[in-house]
């Protein structure tokens, strides 16, 4: 994600020193044609207020921050109640919608930088409500409130020398009918209007909309499906930033992630969204909507092949698994989350089969550090006092459940022993080396 660089006012100038006070005294007679400095006008309370409000606004925009990442860690403390609310929540997410429609990023990004080592709990509450702000919009249309959501659907195309974007959604009708077999499916409700844009999305297009630019396309969405007379949606437009240069060649086999984004425009009321209060009816409610997406992806991937390539079956030479219709950013942790796991085991596997060591002397380290702010872990795997292999995988969310999560994943391998580490040093060797949680 991108993260907005806070302005930086210009420097002060340095006070002047103050004259001596007897040489301010003396008399230095009379100045009838000189205006008189010392009466302030508008325009000079202009200059002195301009002259100022680079460090005013940076100092408001310190103590934005301070106050929101306190609220957030408030709010987490304290019990929910019947309807699962906190006491200040109110508060917290109507701060959280400023920033967003004021485009302030910044003070968003800062608070959970802010919590990211102060307060865990009141990290994590802050980036889910923010997150579904963000996601989730609600709208007014005369008397009737709605609710409009960005949603993404995370894929991995195997193909041979990789997708080519002029290719992508060139057949109009197939992609038509991509958008149609959405509502067909149940994954959204019949009484919804549901849109997908006409553009497949690179993971880095996706990680550099920030949180107000997903609130405004909503907003763009919203205008698009609501009234007539809107011919531009500039933030989804803006969103569109093109994909960077693939460096397949023709007959090199390409693992890529795309993701698929849209929108649903759907009422307050529609019971087709309703999650159930009971527990075990909910587990079923999600069930089921899983199983309906299953039986979505298995029965439209020569449709979504013929999006991608032009042609279906065999003749796309095109591998689709679909990950699940999820919230946008909920769409975008596990579609990153699925593939940086799948880059990792690809170079462990190629360290080990390269070594001809045997998994069962073989040991996997685990550390997780930070790496230029961001929450990394890292994977070594070791064999008679020698490194293997290593990989490391970008963290985003629970660092504990992602570590486990690798651990099962490596043990596919054949690897049987698991332990943690500090880190690496530069030479390879393990910093602070102890015992796998269990």
């Known amino acids: 994600m991108n993260k907005p660089t806070r302005p930086q006012g210009k420097p002060q100038a340095k006070p002047q020193a103050k004259p001596n006070a007897k040489a301010a005294a003396k008399p230095q007679g009379p100045a009838k044609d000189k205006p008189k400095t010392h009466v302030a006008t508008d325009a000079s309370r202009r200059r002195q207020h301009n002259a100022h409000a680079a460090s005013q606004v940076l100092d408001e925009g310190e103590e934005q921050v301070l106050q929101l990442a306190a609220l957030a860690a408030a709010v987490a403390a304290g019990e929910p109640d019947a309807a699962g609310r906190r006491v200040g929540q109110d508060e917290l997410e109507r701060m959280i919608r400023k920033c967003l429609r004021q485009r302030d990023d910044e003070t968003l990004y800062e608070a959970l930088e802010h919590l990211r080592f102060e307060d865990s709990r009141g990290h994590a509450l802050l980036r889910a409500v923010v997150e579904e702000s963000a996601d989730v919009v609600l709208m007014r249309r005369g008397d009737k409130e709605m609710e409009i959501n960005a949603f993404l659907i995370p894929f991995l195309a195997r193909t041979r020398g990789g997708l080519q974007a002029e290719r992508v959604f060139a057949d109009g009708e197939a992609f038509d009918s991509l958008r149609a077999s959405l509502q067909e499916a149940g994954l959204e409700s019949a009484k919804a209007r549901v849109v997908l844009v006409h553009h497949l999305y690179h993971p880095d297009e996706i990680g550099a909309l920030t949180y107000s630019d997903v609130e405004a396309m909503n907003r763009d969405a919203f205008a698009s499906l609501t009234d007539k007379k809107v011919m531009s949606v500039p933030a989804i437009e803006r969103s569109m930033r093109g994909w960077p240069a693939n460096g397949f060649a023709a007959d090199d086999e390409a693992l890529e992630l795309r993701f698929l984004l849209g929108f649903a425009l759907k009422d307050l009321n529609d019971p087709f969204y309703a999650i ?9 409610y999600f069930e089921q909507r899983a199983g309906r997406f299953r039986a979505w992806a298995e029965r439209h991937t020569p449709l979504m092949q013929q999006c ?3 042609q279906s079956g065999e003749a796309a030479q095109c591998e689709l698994h679909f990950m699940y219709q999820d919230l946008f950013h909920g769409g975008k942790q596990t579609g990153n989350a699925e593939y940086g796991m799948l880059q990792m085991m690809s170079e462990l596997e190629h360290g080990l089969a390269q070594s001809g060591a045997s ?12 790496e230029d702010g961001e929450t990394v872990l890292q994977v070594q795997l070791r064999a008679a006092g020698k490194a293997l292999a290593q990989s490391s995988l970008a963290l985003d969310g629970d660092p504990h459940a992602q570590l486990l999560d690798a651990a099962d994943a490596v043990g596919t391998l054949g690897v049987a022993q698991f332990r943690l580490a500090d880190g690496f040093a530069a030479d390879g060797s393990v910093l602070r080396e102890r015992d796998f949680p269990a």
């Open 276 to 284: 159930p209060q009971d527990e075990a009816a909910a587990d079923a």
């Open 308 to 310: 991608l390539t032009g």
């Open 359 to 370: 998994t069962a002397d073989t040991a996997a380290i685990f550390a997780v550090a930070d």
